[in-house]
């Protein structure tokens, strides 16, 4: 099955720098890379995603890169705000996979002003 | 636009005892429904998912079962909590289109703890 890491699990950045939250892949298949920002308490909130289609999404300040070669995909946000600070989570999935997606571990961000 | 609604919010419970949670979407018809549980400080594990009324698949074996009476409605059941049944549920939906992956929305969660 498709086993998906992310790198690395903490982060912290000084507001306005940017910050780039790493993940790779295994399953050759997957073709729909989510990610999702949560906060403390809450459920996790769906910010932006890629299909295998595509090599790059950008919204506003936060852009996904996809490289299906190497398996790995990134998200990327720049000029950090404090409101940045939460758990991010990659995910990936398959045509098939009746939409189940495969999480990764996380990474806290954390945004100093 | 399309909601959904998890509760109760926060949930203790002793061990040994029943557990009942649910899970309601609207503004949608015949979506796919998913239990994901997080345990403290780590990702998402799918628990259960389903494609329509009656219709469930469990991922992991364990100590929880799901069921779906109506089109909307999901529920995560217990007869009887362990302690490591300890953790965060969150409900999630997607539209369905057949088996083609779509974006996955998620409730606002239980807070399980089971003393």
């Known amino acids: 099955g498709e086993n998906v890491e992310q790198h690395p699990s903490t982060l912290s950045v000084q507001e306005g720098d940017s910050a780039v939250i790493k993940c790779t892949y295994s399953?050759?298949?997957?073709?729909?890379f989510p990610w999702y920002k949560q906060e403390l308490g809450k459920g996790p909130q769906l910010i932006i995603d890629?299909?295998?289609?595509?090599g790059e999404k950008k919204d506003q300040r936060i852009a996904v890169t996809l490289n299906k070669t190497a398996k790995h995909f990134s998200l990327h946000i720049t000029e950090t705000q404090p409101e940045d600070s939460a758990v991010y989570f990659c995910?990936?999935?398959?045509?098939?996979?009746?939409?189940?997606?495969?999480f990764g571990a996380g990474t806290q961000v954390v945004v100093t002003p | 636009s399309q909601t959904i609604h998890q509760w109760p919010a926060t949930l203790v419970q002793p061990v040994g005892s029943p557990l009942s949670l649910e899970c309601t979407v609207e503004?949608?018809?015949?979506?796919?429904l998913y239990w994901y549980r997080q345990a403290a400080g780590r990702g998402l594990q799918l628990l259960f998912y389903?494609?329509?009324?009656?219709?469930i698949s469990s991922e992991v074996p364990q100590n929880l079962s799901a069921s779906r009476p109506q089109d909307r409605q999901f529920i995560l059941s217990s007869k009887k909590l362990l302690l490591s049944d300890s953790g965060f549920y969150l409900c999630?939906?997607?539209?369905?289109?057949?088996?083609?992956?779509?974006?996955?929305?998620f409730g606002s969660g239980t807070q399980l703890s089971v003393l």
């Open positions: 999630a939906w997607s539209v369905s289109r057949g088996f083609t992956n779509e974006k996955l929305f």
């Open positions: 389903s494609v329509g009324i009656g219709q």
């Open positions: 503004g949608t018809s015949n979506p796919n």
């Open positions: 890629i299909r295998s289609n595509v």
């Open positions: 995910a990936a999935s398959s045509t098939g996979s009746w939409g189940k997606l495969q």
């Open positions: 399953d050759s298949a997957s073709n729909y």
